[in-house]
């Protein structure tokens, strides 16, 4: 069955972005998607973007029509990646993007994140991913101090923010958490 997100804001607001609706891919509403982006919504011009765990990409595609200059998109399940692939060459976007075929572990281990302005964490609930990827985080020396971390996850797991991180921004939507993070 295929559904669409719609962009909520920017320049390319109201296109949308077709996906295979399944359990595994669970896309940020739109209601979120406007708070976080008026959280930034002073920032995020030229913000270069990492969206890990990308699966639709409708975080990053967001942050790319209100204006960031670039995201990586981090996606590892082959059909989220097929599918997200197509989306951005279909909304003319692909100078934007670069989309990685990659676990988002490995990506963060390996790559420097000094160029980094907005890291968008939306990983799989109830795997403990978000803890895992901010201790992941929390170890990495290389993260420019203004760089602002994004994570949602399910307001029914407890998650412990490492103290080196400073909560910004939180805000509960449903059954969603949504916390905007920077590093002490």
């Known amino acids: 069955m295929k559904n669409s997100i719609r962009i909520s804001g920017g320049y390319l607001k109201g296109k949308k972005i077709p996906f295979d609706f399944k359990d595994s891919l669970r896309p940020t509403s739109n209601k979120l998607k406007e708070i976080i982006f008026n959280w930034l919504q002073f920032e995020i011009k030229d913000f270069v973007c990492l969206d890990l765990f990308a699966g639709t990409g409708s975080l990053g595609i967001e942050a790319i029509s209100r204006n960031a200059q670039k995201v ?13 692939t197509k989306n951005i ?39 403990e991913y978000e803890i895992k990827l901010l201790k992941l985080l929390s170890r990495k020396n290389d993260i420019k101090p203004s760089c602002k971390i994004y994570l949602e996850h399910s307001k029914f797991s407890e998650v412990e923010v490492p103290e080196d991180f400073e909560i910004l921004k939180n805000k509960i939507v449903g059954d969603v958490r949504a916390l905007l993070l920077e590093k002490k």
């Open 89 to 127: 060459k279909l909304l003319d976007i692909k100078d934007k993007s670069k989309v990685i075929f990659k676990d988002a572990f490995e990506w963060i281990k390996k790559n420097n994140l000094s160029n980094i302005d907005l890291i968008l964490l939306d990983p799989p609930f109830n795997q």
């Open 72 to 84: 990586f998109f981090v996606e590892l399940n082959k059909k989220n990646y097929s599918v997200l």
